[in-house]
């Protein structure tokens, strides 16, 4: 019998590798194993031997306590994303499960930081299919938010910081994909706002 890791959880391996952009033939030929082995890891049928375990955390540089622990499901939340004209399928599953990264950073650090509430302004009919946005849509709701947060009619300063005080966790990652650059997300069971 051969000896694998125990508490070993496959799907946190799929996560990493996909956050990471490493295909699973990629991750299977940089460790010198199979590529079914590489599914039977993802998949719980078999964990791996200590070595390439290490080899794996290495590899995806996360610690190895990352891959023992079970990670909450994916939901579907409502993503935002500024550009996706040339984003193949696995750059938005890298940045998809950046985000989720984000997310569980922020609901750590909430049990030991008071984030301020979250004060976004309700903007009525907003359209969830992002193209059917109209420009005349986007000037109202600009009017919209300026009221609602008092900014005037001026220039503004940092948006970051006028995001964050209006509790909204911000983060900047270099997504690795041309034509993708910025996204927001609605989570529809926690009311914290994400934007990488």
């Not at 952009?21 to 010198?32: F, K, Q, R, V």
């Not at 590529?35 to 590899?59: F, H, K, T």
């Not at 306590?65 to 599953?93: G, N």
């Not at 909430?110 to 059917?132: G, H, I, N, S, W």
């Amino acid at each position: 019998m051969k000896l694998g890791t125990p508490g070993f959880v496959g799907a946190s391996l799929r996560e990493a590798r996909e956050a990471r952009g490493i295909t699973a033939i990629a991750l299977a030929e940089d460790l010198g194993i199979s590529r079914a082995a590489v599914s039977q890891y993802e998949a719980d049928q078999q964990s791996p031997r200590p070595e390439v375990m290490e080899q794996i955390a290495a590899r995806l540089r996360l610690p190895l306590r990352f891959f023992m622990q079970k990670h909450a499901p994916d939901v579907d939340s409502l993503i935002f994303w500024r550009s996706v004209s040339t984003a193949t399928k696995s750059a938005r599953t890298r940045v998809r499960r950046r985000l989720k990264w984000l997310r569980s950073i922020a609901i750590y650090l909430r049990e030991y930081v008071e984030f301020p509430p979250v004060d976004l302004p309700d903007l009525p009919d907003l359209p969830t299919e992002p193209l059917a946005i109209s420009q005349e849509y986007i000037e109202r709701s600009a009017i919209s938010v300026r009221q609602h947060w008092g900014l005037g009619d001026g220039p503004l300063g940092s948006i970051v910081t006028l995001l964050e005080n209006n509790g909204v966790a911000v983060a900047r990652d270099d997504f690795q994909a041309d034509g993708l650059d910025a996204l927001s997300e609605i989570h529809p069971q926690d009311p914290l706002r994400c934007v990488l």
